[in-house]
């Protein structure tokens, strides 16, 4: 069995500020590992992956994250958030070579001038 | 290459009624897979199906129930509503059932408001 979890359902950051959002995983057999964004009234947008190889995955819109299997972690950064980013952030887990996505409840990414 | 188109994009029902959700899968994709998102939470899988068959199914009871059409598209159908299942019904198709957390593309979703 997976599950998520997403440390803050809420995170506010200042516009150019560094943006962590944190994700912890549990999982049977090796992950797959995803964040998606979904902006109001919208589906959602995968913005990066990890299946295997190179543990720091670089996505759209400037941001990536590292799988850390000693941490069971897949932390979502971007150097400098931007009025843009702000948006309710998913982290999910797939167990490798299925399809199902077990996602976490979420954290809305708050950007303040 | 068209996306996930969603319909209707609102509905409101009432207790006990039954409702209709539909999906159009993305151009080449023959699987496609239903979520459901409650207020402030991530969303959950209730079914997938695969050339037309249910190839998975989530913690959801019988009363949830789907169809996939030779054109791929689907329907959710849920019978005797229940205030709980009102939430954002999200579909996803995918290439095939061993790439879909891989390559999902998700539609805009339904908001089902039970009254």
């Known amino acids: 069995a997976q599950s998520v979890t997403q440390l803050g359902s809420h995170v506010s950051v200042s516009e150019g500020a560094l943006v962590l959002l944190r994700c912890n995983y549990s999982s049977s057999v090796p992950p797959y590992l995803f964040w998606y964004v979904q902006y109001p009234n919208q589906g959602l947008q995968l913005l990066l992956k990890?299946?295997?190889?190179?543990?720091l995955v670089k996505g759209i819109n400037g941001f990536e994250a590292e799988f850390k299997k000693s941490e069971t972690s897949f932390h979502l950064t971007k150097p400098s958030a931007h009025m843009s980013d702000a948006a309710e952030y998913f982290c999910a887990v797939s167990p490798s070579g299925y399809s199902t996505l077990t996602f976490g409840k979420g954290t809305m990414l708050l950007v303040s001038p | 290459e068209t996306g996930v188109t969603q319909s209707p994009t609102h509905l409101i029902k009432t207790r006990g009624q039954q409702v209709t959700l539909r999906c159009s899968s993305q151009?080449?994709?023959?699987?496609v897979s239903w979520y459901q998102q409650a207020l402030g939470q991530g969303p959950q899988f209730i079914f997938q199906?695969?050339?037309?068959?249910?190839?998975g199914r989530g913690n959801f009871p019988p009363r949830f129930s789907g169809l996939q059409f030779p054109n791929y598209s689907s329907e959710l159908n849920v019978n005797a509503l229940e205030l709980d299942d009102s939430a954002l019904y999200l579909c996803?198709?995918?290439?095939?059932?061993?790439?879909?957390?891989?390559?999902?593309?998700f539609g805009s979703g339904t908001r089902l408001t039970v009254v």
């Open positions: 199906y695969y050339r037309e068959e249910e190839n």
């Open positions: 990890y299946t295997t190889g190179a543990t």
């Open positions: 151009s080449g994709h023959n699987t």
């Open positions: 996803a198709s995918s290439l095939n059932k061993r790439t879909g957390g891989y390559g999902y593309t």
